[in-house]
Nanobody
């Protein structure tokens, strides 16, 4: 079955960097959207970044210019490079696989268990 396993979270000071990874298994092919989402305590889950099967990316306004999503199809691994981290980036980060309908990502159908990112001021 499809499995997504995140890693790379941790605690950093504001201005620091982290790189999250999401190792995917249980399926073949790269014709999917992959996304990073986050949820802070007491808040709803929000989308952070998406990468489509053709490589096009999109970002939440709050992370544009600071975060970069990428994927290695050969390794079936998704990444999120996070720079210039702020305390408001503190959250549990999840990766998700989504159906890609002609470049339109359809929302997470499979989710990882999450990795915690904590940014202190």
């Amino acid at each position: 079955q499809v499995q997504l396993v995140e890693s790379g979270g941790g605690s950093v000071q504001a201005g620091g960097s982290l790189r999250l990874s999401c190792a995917a298994s249980g399926y073949t092919g790269s014709g999917y959207c992959m996304g990073w989402y986050r949820q802070a305590p007491g808040k709803e889950r929000e989308g952070v970044a998406l990468i489509r099967s053709d490589g096009r990316t999109s970002y939440a306004d709050s992370v544009k210019g600071r975060f970069t999503i990428s994927k290695d199809n050969a390794k079936n691994t998704l990444y999120l490079q996070m720079n210039s981290l702020k305390p408001e980036d503190t959250a549990m980060y999840y990766c998700a696989r989504e159906q890609d309908w002609g470049g339109s990502c359809q929302g997470g159908e499979f989710w990882g268990q999450g990795t915690q990112v904590t940014v202190s001021s």
